[in-house]
């Protein structure tokens, strides 16, 4: 436990220098401890804990692009367009 009391008081040393609300990344900090691979048990924590590696947002690349969604949308209001002419 000391070690990890020094760890963290580390890197939040390292994420509030300029600042005096170190109390205010706590909870990303302990996110990056226990989604960091640690070099003596070869994981992260967050395996161990949950047998599945953290799913982040950074981590995830987008499927489509804006311009993609929009032309989804585009062709979605045309077939509803399209429906409603045929009901009339």
């Not at 609300?21 to 226990?34: G, K």
């Not at 003596?40 to 953290?54: C, N, P, S």
């Amino acid at each position: 436990m000391k070690h990890f009391n020094q760890t963290l008081c580390k890197k939040l040393a390292k994420v509030a220098d300029k600042s005096d609300n170190w109390d205010e990344f706590i909870e990303s900090t302990l996110m990056a401890y226990c989604t960091t691979k640690h070099t003596t048990i070869g994981v992260t924590l967050f395996v161990l804990v949950y047998r599945h590696e953290a799913v982040l947002l950074i981590d995830e690349t987008p499927s489509t692009t804006i311009r993609d969604c929009m032309l989804q949308i585009v062709e979605k209001v045309f077939h509803i367009r399209e429906k409603a002419w045929l009901m009339i």
